[in-house]
């Protein structure tokens, strides 16, 4: 099947560092990303739709200047905590689809943890 | 805009006895229906999913779900639960195939 893969897996960083989360598709084009976050023992709330070779369309509530999303690519996104914070710590999850279906893969999510 | 409610955070079943994690959703328009997967500190594996078609669909080990439109339900069900099944699971829809939205997901517990 289709693999979507995020690197790092862990990531621990001090407040007021910028962090980058890369998400790619290995084995196929996608255009349309999707970045979720998940808190702890809760379900995955939509963050932003990131669209290759256009801005990114964030969902209500999100800081768009905090979390940076660049679809430069078919086959990479990337998610960008600027300044991040402790209640930035997180668990972030994406997931593609490729163009012709509207199958949505998942990645193995990144831990993200600000001192 | 869509939704979807899982009735019961924590649900504990003996093994070999039969799984049921129950799913309701609000849609305007005939949904896409997902039964999702997590295993701790790892992301989300499809267990199966509904689209068009038969309203019962089969999934990965040994998992299956109906589609009941008159009830707005998705149902996962499992005969007989392994040890193994113990993980997360999350419903979700999407309409016609945009952006998914998730229940607050059904911790499945799983003792000998």
């Known amino acids: 099947g289709a693999v979507v893969s995020q690197h790092p897996s862990r990531v621990i960083c001090k407040s007021g560092t910028s962090v980058k989360i890369e998400c790619r598709s290995l084995?196929?084009?996608?255009?349309?990303m999707f970045w979720y976050r998940q808190f702890p023992k809760q379900s995955l709330m939509l963050m932003a739709t990131s669209n290759e070779g256009s801005k990114a369309t964030y969902e209500q509530g999100v800081e768009k200047d905090k979390f940076l999303i660049n679809h430069a690519s078919l086959t990479l996104s990337t998610l960008t905590v600027t300044s991040a914070h402790p209640e930035d710590s997180s668990f972030y999850i994406c997931?593609?689809?490729?163009?012709?279906?509207?199958?949505?893969?998942f990645g193995e999510g990144s831990r993200l943890t600000v001192l | 805009a869509q939704s979807v409610t899982q009735l019961g955070s924590h649900v504990s079943v003996s093994e070999g006895a039969l799984v049921l994690l129950r799913c309701n959703y609000s849609s305007s328009v005939p949904p896409y229906l997902f039964w999702y997967v997590q295993y701790p500190n790892q992301g989300l594996q499809l267990l199966l999913k509904y689209t068009t078609g038969a309203t019962l669909v089969k999934g990965i080990n040994g998992f299956e779900a109906e589609f009941k439109k008159s009830e707005t339900s998705f149902h996962l069900t499992k005969p007989s639960a392994h040890m193994s099944d113990a993980a997360e699971y999350f419903c979700a829809v999407s309409e016609r195939g945009q952006k998914l939205v998730f229940g607050t997901g059904t911790r499945l517990l799983v003792s000998p």
């Open positions: 084995d196929f084009q996608a255009t349309t």
């Open positions: 997931s593609a689809r490729p163009s012709n279906t509207g199958e949505l893969f």
